[in-house]
């Protein structure tokens, strides 16, 4: 069984940065498209970028673009989210989400593609 858990989240002063890990265990990275979401009370989940099977990266989120960025290590099979030049509009709580990819460049944006979750990490911004 497929298990996620996220690790990284704090407090952090606006233009600083963060480095958010996914582990997964019960499977393969290459298996799997592995998503960064992120949640602000009261709000939709929203998708920040995915990266599938074969290491594509697709950036969903146009407020991140360029300051949020997803990598992997296979070796390690954890999924991580680079977090720089934040702002106060960051501060949410951030989610990994896997589902079995059967193309290698499957890499969806929206929360029902993905079946598997993270407990999430919380981001504070603030000064």
């Known amino acids: 069984q497929l298990q996620l858990a996220e690790s990284g989240g704090g407090l952090v002063q606006p233009g600083g940065s963060l480095r958010l890990s996914c582990a997964v265990s019960?499977?393969?990275?290459?298996?799997?498209?592995i998503a960064w979401f992120r949640q602000v009370l009261g709000k939709n989940r929203e998708v920040i970028s995915c990266?599938?099977?074969?290491?594509?990266?697709?950036p969903y989120s146009d407020s991140a673009k360029g300051r949020l960025t997803i990598s992997r290590d296979t070796a390690k099979n954890a999924v991580f989210l680079q977090m720089d030049s934040l702002k106060p509009e960051d501060a949410a709580v951030y989610f990994c989400?896997?589902?079995?990819?059967?193309?290698?460049?499957?890499?969806?944006?929206?929360?029902?593609?993905?079946?598997?979750w993270g407990q999430g990490t919380r981001v504070t911004v603030s000064a």
């Open positions: 990266i599938s099977r074969v290491g594509k990266i697709i």
């Open positions: 989400a896997a589902v079995a990819a059967k193309f290698g460049d499957y890499c969806p944006g929206f929360v029902d593609a993905f079946d598997t």
């Open positions: 019960g499977g393969r990275l290459d298996r799997y498209a």
